[in-house]
């Protein structure tokens, strides 16, 4: 069971925006070899969704009011640590931030830019494909809605 907080960017502290920055770049420019710019400018319009375990982040969401990212509300840099993914935390992070685009945006419809291979994985949290795959910094994407 992981604890779940959502911050704005000013309600975080230096300690987890340190913490979040470090578990994207760990995940999304090591792990995956992907050498992109993570820190884009849009985490201060952001909700940032922290899963924390034995006070340490294993688990992480950004969500987007309508025209903040997408036309409609999103989520992204969906991301769990490696060594806690056994423990299906994605989907607690995904409901949680699925939740609060509904409590703190009124919003229903959600849009996201999905790393191709987690299809099924966003498949069982109600989302469904639209489109074509797209390269989005050499990684396969695919669009993907909820309503």
Avoid: W
Wanted: glycine share 4%; net charge negative.
């Amino acid at each position: 069971m992981i604890n779940i907080q959502i911050k704005s960017f000013s309600e975080l502290s230096t300690q987890e925006l340190y913490d979040l920055l470090q578990l994207r770049s760990e995940v999304f420019v090591v792990e995956q070899d992907c050498v992109y710019q993570d820190v884009d400018g849009k985490d201060q319009k952001a909700l940032h969704v922290l899963g924390t375990k034995d006070h340490k982040l294993v688990a992480y969401t950004r969500l987007f009011k309508p025209g903040d990212y997408f036309e409609e509300a999103s989520i992204g840099r969906v991301v769990v640590a490696k060594n806690q993914r056994q423990f299906k935390y994605g989907y607690d992070i995904m409901k949680a931030s699925i939740e609060a685009i509904n409590t703190y945006y009124n919003e229903t419809t959600i849009k996201i830019s999905a790393q191709f291979y987690l299809k099924t994985f966003y498949n069982n949290l109600g989302f469904i494909e639209v489109g074509n795959t797209y390269l989005e910094d050499d990684i396969p994407h695919i669009a993907m809605f909820k309503k």
